[in-house]
């Protein structure tokens, strides 16, 4: 199944000062993140942002601040997004049929989240380089465990190309230009 702008939100999960320096490949993630929250503000998709703790934690990074939408943000302190009412609220406001998940820790809040979203009936796409833990070794038992629980696994590229779905227009091309290299 494609994923498409109108159906889809971007969820960022606790990508945070104090946990991101810790994170195998965190610049790398923080980038990928990055890109995709551009290219779903080019494709008019909406994103959410948690931040689990922000008192231990702290904010999310200041890389990512100023391309994700205040309005987005959500405190937690269940692991999983959907198990915080406060962010299962939010996320239901929204009505998404498909949820496109980046951020940390893979093994953590980003599959736990993943998986009771799934219970949701919803579709669920986490993005493979744009989702990282402090072990490697997490990252890839978490994304396996999600592909066994039928959480779609994709690229930044994968999501971009379908959140733009056609070639020869002014969106296209701000894609092409900006976002392909």
Not at 17 to 24: F, R, S, V
Not at 66 to 80: A, N, T
Not at 149 to 167: A, L, N, P, R, Y
Request: proline share 6%; charged share 20%; with cysteine.
């Amino acid at each position: 199944m494609l994923i498409y702008p109108n159906a889809s939100c971007l969820l960022v999960v606790d990508i945070q000062e104090k946990l991101a320096p810790a994170i195998h490949e965190g610049d790398a993630v923080i980038a990928n993140v990055r890109w995709l929250a551009e290219v779903a503000k080019l494709a008019n998709v909406p994103i959410l942002t948690t931040e689990q703790y922000p008192k231990g934690l702290g904010p999310t990074v200041e890389q990512l601040r100023d391309v994700l939408p205040p309005e987005g943000f959500m405190e937690k302190m269940h692991f999983s997004c959907m198990a915080e009412p406060n962010c299962n609220e939010k996320i239901n406001s929204l009505k998404p049929n498909q949820v496109i998940i980046v951020g940390m820790e893979a093994h953590v809040c980003v599959l736990q989240t993943a998986i009771q979203i799934k219970q949701q009936a919803r579709e669920v796409f986490v993005v493979a380089d744009a989702v990282s833990s402090r072990n490697p070794a997490d990252k890839a038992a978490a994304l396996e465990r999600m592909r066994q629980c039928g959480i779609h696994i994709v690229t930044k590229e994968m999501v971009g190309f379908e959140w733009i779905q056609t070639s020869g227009t002014d969106q296209f091309r701000e894609f092409s230009q900006n976002y392909l290299r």
